[in-house]
């Protein structure tokens, strides 16, 4: 297949876009794109186009340290020990050291940090394997080695048999007749079978100029587009696309027009956001740490009006008491100990038990992937736990969904009536206990059958697909021709 690439005059002016199709790609053309290229910093970002870095992790170097505190303070416990050592450092109601709660909350915090930046540093390297995936990128040499990150929107890719699609591409043509290609989605929608795509019938054999789409969004099975070509135009639809993450099948080789790159491919857009993820267990720890900050300020505040009333009552009876007082109120002296006693009855907190929680996390990860028997031989792979505060989460099913009728039902198959030559066999209804007549009944006619041409023999089987659910319905009806 000869396919030819016509050099683009873009000091032209572009076709204006139609209603609701704003974005522009011009076909192999670096200094359009490369300036409207998205960039960011911190949490700014500013660009139209965006690069086809994937980056999942969640820490820079200088997020790292107030995104994980804030993570790590969402627990009830981290809190309220952040509380305490807050009040320790008023010296009116300082009743133990600071330091006595900030060195347990100091390494609860540094495990999680570590286990945090420890797991973000696996994804900045699964991120890192995905960017250096080779691919063929169109240059002014020709067609040249490059890697994912390398991608722009503009560029003419050459995609290979059995290799994964790096970004949302626009078919051009292919080495099988009528440009047809075939494509695996598993990694998108979990189906196997294939899937065919087509180019449009201009592109078979000439580069196209300009492509006014929609904007990047999540839709998987939907895309609008205009293809501009020497000042006709031609409309696009999801038939024409190869999406990100798909693989190229039973087709030598591919060409197609990058679309959407990154973060604005469709896949990408559909994955979200990462959450902090709360386990079972972790939510009824916090539940159990409002109920004993509850009981605490309870009792802190029966010993505060205890103190309160002995001051108002009692102390002033007492020489060396209320001498000690130095005529402050009775109420600002129950003040003074309701915060006091909340001190002094903090280590009621179990911070300990958040201290074992983080080492069981830790040895039950490397335990993981010690086990021989989660060990795959075929590839050298022993398992690998990437999220190292989920471990209890293992193994709890909460919700079993399925999509077919017969995961968990029955389906049969009744036998109800035969055609032979013409001739019809069988009763309208035939209980389920009485199903295997079809065998019998199948061999009978067979063996008695007078036709001079056994070839010619056409059997018509009609069936009752019933299903066996709760109520034990017909669900419909099947044809079955045997020649």
Known sequence: ??????????????????????????????????????KSFLCFRWGRYADNTVRSYKYSPLTFLPLNLYEQFQRAANFFFLLIVV??????????PWYITMLPLLTVL??????????DLGRRRSDGKINKRPCDILTNQGFTLGQWKDVCVGDVLRIQKDQVIPADLLLLCSTEPHSLCFIETADIDGETNLKFRQAPAITHSELTSVVWCEEPNGQLYSFQGKLHWKGQCHLLDSEHMLLRGTILRNTDTAYGLAIYTGSD?????????????????????????????????MVALLLAVGSGLFEHLISPRIEVLSGISANFPAAYRGFLTFWGYIILLSPAMPMSL???????????????GWDLEMYWGKRNSPAQARATSLNEELGQVGHLLSDKTGTLTQNHLLFRQCCVAGHIYGMSYVPLSKANWFTRLLTLLISRSQLSNPDQLQLNFFFLDSWQGKHGKLKGMTQLFYN
């Open 1 to 38: 297949m000869v396919w030819f690439f016509h050099a683009l005059d873009h000091t032209k002016t572009s076709p204006l876009p139609l209603s609701g199709m704003t974005w522009q790609v011009r076909a192999n053309c670096h200094y359009f794109h490369e300036p409207l290229g998205r």
């Open 87 to 96: 009040m320790q450092g008023v010296p009116a109601i300082a009743t133990l």
């Open 110 to 119: 540094t495990m999680r940090g570590v286990k945090d930046l420890l797991a």
């Open 265 to 297: 491919t469709k896949i990408l857009r559909n994955c979200g956001r990462l959450k902090v993820k709360k386990t079972q267990v972790e939510r009824f720890l916090n539940k159990v740490v409002v109920t004993i900050v509850l009981s605490l300020l």
């Open 354 to 368: 958040y201290i074992t929680f983080e080492l069981i996390h830790i040895v039950h990860c490397l335990l993981i």
